[in-house]
């Protein structure tokens, strides 16, 4: 691992690495993840609005493809508002100084109201999102808003390498003394070489133009870091040219725990 990947992965996890001082490069990166971050919302609102007017004012009698593009846009637009949000928290993740509010959920039903509401993103990709249901509710303790962007970057990362008509599966299920959330893909898988360098920061296994999705590299490691300080751990298993599995484990909360919270 280079020497600079190395201390931002550490700043994320927040670690300090001994006898290290964060390089001007970091800084750098840092700095200009959070200026551009600042400076596309003012442009983005304004956009949002427009958009917004235009589907208000327009006639009955209005094309379905100029309709069309006016909700291809507007989801657009609130996947960059979305990315954005995501940058800004990296970066709070980074400097220690991000918020959880973390209350009492029914993992199940969240999971499938996350997974329901972030459909909509990924329309203009030809991919279907299977849902299995658990028998049982199963409580936790979560930050709803954390684990929505958990669940969000998991399934970007899933549609990223999966194939025109291939399903992305998700799942709840008891595991030990907690609950496993999982997302399958039947993508390309992530070799040996990579794996060691997945939650890495701005790290790509796939960087050609064969991939749904573009990205930077950011959302996986921005994902460790969220699970990680809400107390739960993350992991995956692949195999090349078969698919990926990446799952988040979270402490189950028993009946008599639930009453005392």
């Given at each position: ?175 030990h003394a907690g609950v496993r959330v999982s997302v399958r ?77």
């Amino acid at each position: 691992m280079l020497r600079t990947e190395s201390v931002l992965q550490n700043r994320v996890s927040g670690k300090n690495t001994p006898g290290k001082e964060v390089t001007s490069t970091d800084q750098a990166k840092s700095e200009f993840l959070a200026a551009v971050s600042h400076e596309l919302r003012t442009p983005l609102t304004s956009i949002k609005a427009a958009i917004a007017l235009l589907k208000g004012l327009m006639p009955e009698n209005t094309s379905r493809d100029l309709r069309e593009l006016l909700e291809i846009a507007d989801r657009n637009s609130d996947a960059l508002t979305l990315l954005i949000t995501d940058l800004l928290d990296f970066e709070n993740a980074a400097s220690g100084s991000l918020q959880f509010e973390s209350a009492i959920h029914e993992i199940t039903g969240l999971t499938q109201d996350i997974v329901a509401a972030n459909i909509k993103f990924f329309k203009s990709h030809p991919v279907y999102f299977d849902m299995a249901d658990a028998n049982n509710p199963i409580w936790v303790r979560i930050d709803k808003h954390r684990l929505e962007q958990v669940l969000r970057n998991l399934l970007t990362n899933a549609v990223k390498f999966s194939k025109s008509g291939q399903n992305i599966e998700i799942s709840v299920a008891r595991r030990h003394a907690g609950v496993r959330v999982s997302v399958r893909d039947y993508g390309i898988g992530i070799s040996d070489e990579h794996r060691d360098k997945i939650f890495e920061r701005f790290s790509q296994i796939d960087s050609s133009d064969t991939r749904n999705i573009k990205g930077m590299g950011l959302g996986l490691a921005f994902t460790k870091a969220l699970v990680e300080k809400m107390g739960c751990e993350i992991g995956f298993e692949s195999e090349p040219g078969i698919g990926s599995t990446f799952y988040v484990d979270i402490p189950e909360i028993r009946p008599q725990s639930r009453k005392v919270a």
